[in-house]
């Protein structure tokens, strides 16, 4: 910085002292300036505020929110275009009801009602995520450009002014000490800010009718919303309506309670029919061949048995068909001991 602009900040802290401390009275401008000087900063201030507040309206949880930005950032950093979408608590909800849904099953009233909703909430999360779109896009970020540029641009033409009129005062009051020359340049540079900051203040307020026109943005994407969450919804109580009917209409299922005991018979009884072999046995009849005397193979044959008892000459004798059995085909006499003799015809248990 050089000599002459180290020396008009100097002016410019000592005469704000002098103002702040002693009560030094500066150079007031017309109440007209003064108003719209006034609006600017409200205006200012309103836009900050909105940008924040309408970022919390959309996104509500500030947790989410923070680790939204942070992978954002982390996004950009690696030059990556797609960017994480905000988790909707209607998505989240809509997520859980589906999958104790599917877990129930179709058979189940309330599981087929889980999945009803569960594909509803996602619907209207899909519509939450298309109303954040629209806001940023229509809102959002135009009121961000208007900060950024306008009004930042008329915030400096009123620091500017500030700053000139400082100096301005300072030399007036020190007039005969300082050059009337420097003093004529202060009172023109401070005329030329005065001027630049009017100018800029009344060109935005005289055109605030942009920004009622994203306000009205912001309100027809929000009306969107919910006209389109409303007949979701309305859609959605239509068919539990319809559920609530099916399940009231169908016949009443009776309670039959079977005890410990009776199942544990059940399971031995089949674990006993897995082991018998009787129905091969009824199925087929054993034949014993004999050569010389001696038993020289046994072969199964099929044959049908009869339904009442036989007659063997004068020995009757009931053939017994739920056991082991077979019929002989030749005399046997017994040679050795422990062998077990019989008849042409004798059945065997």
Same mark, same amino acid.
């Given at each position: 910085?050089?000599? $002459? +602009?180290?020396?008009? @900040?100097?002016?410019? $802290?000592?005469?704000?002292?002098?103002?702040?401390?002693?009560?030094? *009275?500066?150079?007031?401008?017309?109440?007209?300036?003064?108003? &719209?000087?006034? !609006?600017?900063d409200v205006t200012n201030k309103s836009v900050l505020d909105l940008l924040s507040k309408t970022t919390e309206y959309?996104?509500?949880?500030? $947790?989410?929110?923070?680790?939204?930005?942070?992978? /954002?950032?982390?996004?950009?950093?690696?030059?990556?275009?797609?960017?994480? +979408?905000?988790?909707?608590?209607?998505?989240?909800?809509?997520?859980? &009801?589906?999958?104790?849904?599917?877990?129930?099953?179709?058979?189940?009233?309330?599981?087929?009602?889980?999945?009803?909703?569960?594909? $509803?909430?996602?619907?209207?999360?899909?519509?939450?995520?298309?109303?954040?779109?629209?806001?940023? @896009? /229509?809102?959002?970020?135009?009121? @961000?450009?208007?900060?950024?540029?306008?009004?930042?641009?008329?915030?400096?033409?009123?620091?500017?002014?500030?700053?000139?009129?400082?100096?301005?005062?300072?030399?007036?009051?020190?007039?005969?000490?300082?050059?009337? *020359? *420097?003093?004529?340049?202060?009172?023109? !540079?401070?005329?030329?800010?005065?001027?630049?900051? *009017?100018?800029?203040?009344? #060109?935005?307020?005289? #055109?605030?009718?942009?920004?009622?026109? =994203?306000?009205?943005?912001?309100?027809?994407?929000?009306?969107?919303?919910?006209? @389109?969450?409303?007949?979701?919804?309305?859609?959605?109580?239509?068919?539990?309506?319809?559920?609530?009917?099916?399940? /009231?209409?169908?016949?009443?299922?009776?309670?039959?309670?079977?005890?410990?005991?009776?199942?544990?018979?059940?399971?031995?009884?089949?674990?006993? #029919?897995?082991?018998?072999?009787?129905?091969?046995? !009824?199925?087929?009849?054993?034949?014993?061949?004999t050569v010389n005397g001696k038993t020289d193979h046994i072969s199964s044959v099929p044959v049908s048995w009869p339904?009442?008892?036989?007659?063997? +000459?004068?020995?009757?004798?009931?053939?017994?068909?739920? =056991?082991?059995?077979?019929?002989?085909?030749?005399?046997?006499?017994?040679?050795?001991? +422990?062998?077990?003799?019989?008849?042409?015809?004798?059945?065997?248990?």
């Open positions: 910085m050089s000599v $002459a +602009g180290l020396k008009k @900040q100097f002016h410019k $802290a000592s005469q704000l002292l002098s103002e702040k401390i002693s009560g030094a *009275e500066g150079t007031k401008l017309e109440e007209d300036f003064l108003e &719209m000087e006034r !609006k600017i959309l996104q509500p949880n500030p $947790a989410s929110r923070a680790k939204l930005n942070m992978l /954002n950032t982390v996004s950009k950093i690696r030059g990556q275009v797609k960017t994480t +979408g905000y988790p909707q608590a209607e998505g989240l909800l809509g997520d859980c &009801m589906l999958r104790y849904g599917h877990e129930l099953g179709e058979d189940s009233i309330f599981g087929s009602s889980l999945v009803d909703i569960g594909e $509803a909430m996602r619907q209207m999360a899909d519509v939450k995520d298309s109303l954040d779109i629209s806001v940023k @896009q /229509n809102f959002i970020d135009p009121l @961000q450009n208007l900060q950024d540029k306008d009004l930042k641009e008329i915030m400096h033409h009123l620091k500017k002014l500030e700053g000139r009129r400082l100096d301005f005062d300072y030399k007036k009051k020190r007039q005969g000490k300082i050059p009337d *020359e *420097e003093i004529r340049q202060a009172v023109e !540079k401070f005329e030329e800010s005065k001027e630049l900051a *009017e100018r800029s203040m009344f #060109n935005f307020l005289e #055109n605030d009718v942009e920004q009622v026109s =994203q306000l009205s943005a912001l309100i027809e994407a929000a009306l969107e919303y919910h006209k @389109q969450s409303s007949q979701i919804l309305e859609e959605l109580s239509t068919q539990l309506q319809k559920r609530i009917s099916t399940a /009231n209409s169908r016949p009443k299922k009776e309670f039959t309670s079977k005890s410990v005991k009776s199942t544990m018979e059940t399971v031995g009884s089949n674990h006993q #029919n897995g082991l018998s072999y009787s129905s091969s046995i !009824k199925s087929t009849d054993i034949q014993i061949h339904d009442s008892p036989t007659t063997n +000459g004068n020995h009757h004798q009931t053939e017994v068909l739920d =056991q082991p059995c077979c019929r002989s085909l030749y005399d046997f006499e017994p040679e050795n001991e +422990g062998e077990l003799g019989f008849k042409e015809g004798t059945s065997l248990f």
